[in-house]
Structure formats: C-alpha cells, structure tokens
C-alpha cells in the first residue's frame, strides 16, 4: 500500500512545534571525514518573503546512491530541489552538486545535471522523439547527436514504439517516463526527480520505479523527492525525512526504524482466558514491558533488533506451558510509525489520499503561479 504523508498546504500550529526537533543522524558518515559527495549542502536557507521554505538544511549525498527526500506537501522539497538545479538563489548557506557551486558555477553545473520537475515539462504537442531531440538540443548537442541520443534513450525506456505519436496521446505513466528521459539526453552524473509518481497508478509507478534503478545501476547519483514513504523505502539508500524546511532525521530506512524501537512481537492468544498465563510465560523475552490487550487477546512485546530469536523463544515457552495461539508474528515499524515518531501528525488514512491529492494538485497550482 502506497501511503501519501499528510498533505496540509497550511502547517497547523501542532505541527509547527515540531520544527525546533534538531536533526537526528543516524549511522551517518563522521562529521569532518571527506567524502565524495555528489551533492552537498550546508546550512542551505531559502526565504520567499516572510516564509522560510529552507530553515538551513545539510546533507551529503554520496556518488552512485539513492537519496530520498522524504516530506508531506509544502516541506521544501521543490525548493531545494530548484536550488542544487541552480533555478533558484539561495538565501543563506552553501551547495554543491558534482562539486560545483550551484550559485557561483551555475553555467557548468546546468550540464552535468538532470532535472525531472514535478510537473513532467513535456510539449503536447511533439512527438515523444522530438521532445528529447528538443531537450538534446538545449544541451547543445548536434541534430545528428540530439536524434540518435533520443532514440537510444526511447528504446531504453520502453517508448521506442510511441516515439512517433504525439505526446497528448501520451497515458500520465508515459509521460513522466518520456520527462525523466528527456533529462538523461546529456548523459548526467546526477539526476533530480522531483516526485516523479505523484499522481500515477501502481503499475506506472512500478515502471518508473525500474527505470530508476536501473539508472542507479549504472553508477548515477539520484536525488528522488516523494510523499510516499514506500517509494523512499524500495528506493532509496538514504532517507532525509524533511518537514517545513528543516531536516527532522536522516538514516537508512532500517536505521530510522530502528530508531523507534526496532520490531514488535506481537502474540494473539487463542482463549482470552489464558492472556495472563501466555504474558507470565514469557517474562524476560523481548527488550521493554509487553502490553497487554486483555479485550482483543493480544499481547504485544518490544524485541529490538533480535525479532526472529524471540519468537523462537516464545513459541517453545507457550509450547511447554500447553498454552495455544492463534497467531504470532513479529512487526517491523513502518516508515508511517517513524514520521508519526518524530513529527506528532501521522501519515494520511487510505480513504482521505483521493481529497489528499486533489489539494496537492491545488498547491502545486498555486505554487507555480508564484513562480512565474
Ligand atoms: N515562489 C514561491 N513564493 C512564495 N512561497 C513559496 C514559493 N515556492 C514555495 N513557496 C513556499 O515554500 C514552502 C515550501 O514549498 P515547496 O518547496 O514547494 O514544498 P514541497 O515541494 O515540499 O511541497 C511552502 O510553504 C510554499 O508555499
Ligand atoms: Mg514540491
């Protein structure tokens, strides 16, 4: 199940209170220890007149890695993604992609990057060929160069056979592919995607999500912004879960787990009778007190990162004790249990992600509206 965080175009004031959480790294590279990072920020801040959409954000991103940039609407995903693409000025701190200074070597670093923006930037009107001939040619590639490039790439991706068709006859899963192929025409080291599934259906996603690994495969940098916690969690190396402009935690998606506890055994006792002699049976196993849902028959037991062994365990105590179950299993938190962790507001129930993304597209309207 694919979950959207919540899609507030208007932080609440709950929400707010979170943003003075400073940044949990978690087995992170030592500060101080010099690594090739692809793409690099220090203290990066962005204001658009009184809102502060970057509040001094750092990150390293290693060469060859996924990184995920990973936040509910209005967060300032876009904004720094604008930024290291040298589209917009940086109100304070420093970034660099490939090494370059995405202010002070804006003009080199435009040809070594790739950028796949939020609303695919496809013409309607061209063929899916001649949109990346058309983006080969911005790149200052030849017409012979720009229409070879664009039908390499076309086979690559699966649209060898829609490259004569008109973009408009394009389905949206197309489409997003037919943009994020158009940004590989240079041949970049580093790729930004910029919520590249927001919108499609599972199956395109899937797609996309393909496409993306294979380009990781072959030693691209990538940095992939996203509402979803489960894109984040099947692609990327690295997560930074962002929230109004501040980075809240960054780790592996293990290691941000792991920081809310590791995994939970959970027991379902077959006669609700026997709850009390199932939890006295297995004292000691697991790492924190089990809690006991006496109504629903369920006992659950924090176990850390040592799940398997404690279920091992407790099924030869229940065994011995000729006690029954109905059901054991072992729970590892969800990306959804990491951000409801550290921000306080949970990630969007199923049934509201219809509402959720029709103000999504709202605020994507909005914001580019402000922008031109
Ligand atoms: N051009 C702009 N002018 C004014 N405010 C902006 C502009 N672009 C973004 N913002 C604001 O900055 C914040 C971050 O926006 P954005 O980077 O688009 O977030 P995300 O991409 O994570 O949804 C939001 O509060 C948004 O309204
Ligand atoms: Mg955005």
Same mark, same amino acid.
């Given at each position: 199940?694919?979950?959207?965080?919540?899609?507030?175009?208007?932080?609440?004031?709950?929400?707010?209170?979170?943003?003075?959480?400073?940044?949990?790294?978690?087995?992170?590279?030592?500060?101080?220890?010099?690594?090739?990072?692809?793409?690099?920020?220090?203290?990066?801040?962005?204001?658009?007149?009184?809102?502060?959409?970057?509040?001094?954000?750092?990150?390293?991103?290693?060469?060859?890695?996924?990184?995920?940039?990973?936040?509910?609407?209005?967060?300032?995903?876009?904004?720094?993604?604008?930024?290291?693409?040298?589209?917009?000025?940086?109100?304070?701190?420093?970034?660099?992609?490939?090494?370059?200074?995405?202010?002070?070597?804006?003009?080199?670093?435009?040809?070594?990057?790739?950028?796949?923006?939020?609303?695919?930037?496809?013409?309607?009107?061209?063929?899916?060929?001649?949109?990346?001939?058309?983006?080969?040619?911005?790149?200052?590639?030849?017409?012979?160069?720009?229409?070879?490039?664009?039908?390499?790439?076309?086979?690559?991706?699966?649209?060898?056979?829609?490259?004569?068709?008109?973009?408009? /006859?394009?389905?949206?899963?197309?489409?997003?592919?037919?943009?994020?192929?158009?940004?590989?025409?240079?041949?970049?080291?580093?790729?930004?995607?910029?919520?590249?599934?927001?919108?499609?259906?599972?199956?395109?996603?899937?797609?996309?999500?393909?496409?993306?690994?294979?380009?990781?495969?072959?030693?691209?940098?990538?940095?992939? /912004?996203?509402?979803?916690?489960?894109?984040?969690?099947?692609?990327?190396?690295?997560?930074?879960?962002?929230?109004?402009?501040?980075?809240?935690?960054?780790?592996?998606?293990?290691?941000?787990?792991?920081?809310?506890?590791?995994?939970?055994?959970?027991?379902?006792?077959?006669?609700?009778?026997?709850?009390?002699?199932?939890?006295?049976?297995?004292?000691?196993?697991?790492?924190?007190?089990?809690?006991?849902?006496?109504?629903?028959?369920?006992?659950?037991?924090?176990?850390?990162?040592?799940?398997?062994?404690?279920?091992?365990?407790?099924?030869?105590?229940?065994?011995?004790?000729?006690?029954?179950?109905?059901?054991?299993?072992?729970?590892?938190?969800?990306?959804?249990?990491?951000?409801?962790?550290? /921000?306080?507001?949970?990630?969007?129930?199923?049934?509201?992600?219809?509402?959720?993304?029709?103000?999504?597209?709202?605020?994507?309207?909005?914001?580019?509206?402000?922008?031109?």
């Amino acid at each position: 199940m694919i979950t959207p965080l919540h899609g507030y175009d208007h932080p609440s004031p709950s929400v707010r209170l979170h943003t003075s959480v400073s940044a949990v790294v978690v087995g992170g590279t030592p500060y101080g220890v010099p690594m090739a990072g692809a793409i690099v920020a220090e203290g990066l801040r962005k204001n658009f007149g009184t809102v502060e959409a970057l509040r001094g954000i750092d990150l390293d991103v290693a060469s060859g890695t996924v990184f995920g940039f990973l936040g509910p609407n209005g967060a300032g995903k876009t904004t720094a993604v604008r930024i290291f693409t040298t589209l917009l000025l940086p109100s304070g701190g420093r970034a660099e992609v490939v090494g370059l200074d995405v202010v002070r070597d804006a003009e080199a670093l435009r040809a070594r990057i790739g950028l796949a923006g939020q609303s695919a930037a496809v013409d309607e009107n061209l063929t899916g060929l001649e949109n990346i001939q058309m983006v080969g040619r911005l790149y200052h590639l030849s017409a012979t160069e720009a229409r070879r490039r664009a039908g390499e790439i076309l086979e690559r991706f699966g649209l060898a056979e829609a490259a004569d068709r008109q973009a408009k /006859t394009y389905s949206g899963g197309m489409r997003r592919r037919l943009d994020v192929a158009a940004s590989l025409v240079a041949r970049p080291d580093v790729l930004f995607l910029d919520e590249p599934t927001t919108g499609l259906d599972p199956r395109s996603r899937m797609d996309l999500w393909a496409m993306i690994r294979e380009l990781v495969q072959e030693g691209k940098t990538i940095l992939l /912004t996203t509402q979803y916690l489960e894109e984040a969690d099947n692609l990327a190396d690295r997560i930074a879960v962002v929230d109004l402009g501040t980075i809240i935690a960054e780790g592996t998606s293990d290691e941000l787990k792991d920081q809310i506890g590791g995994e939970v055994l959970e027991l379902h006792v077959k006669d609700p009778a026997q709850i009390g002699q199932v939890a006295q049976a297995l004292s000691g196993v697991g790492i924190g007190e089990p809690s006991i849902d006496q109504e629903a028959g369920k006992i659950r037991i924090p176990v850390g990162s040592d799940g398997p062994a404690a279920l091992l365990d407790s099924v030869r105590r229940i065994d011995d004790m000729k006690l029954a179950l109905e059901d054991i299993a072992l729970h590892r938190p969800t990306l959804d249990d990491v951000f409801l962790s550290l /921000t306080g507001h949970a990630a969007e129930e199923e049934q509201e992600e219809q509402a959720s993304s029709g103000r999504r597209k709202r605020g994507q309207r909005r914001g580019r509206r402000r922008d031109t």
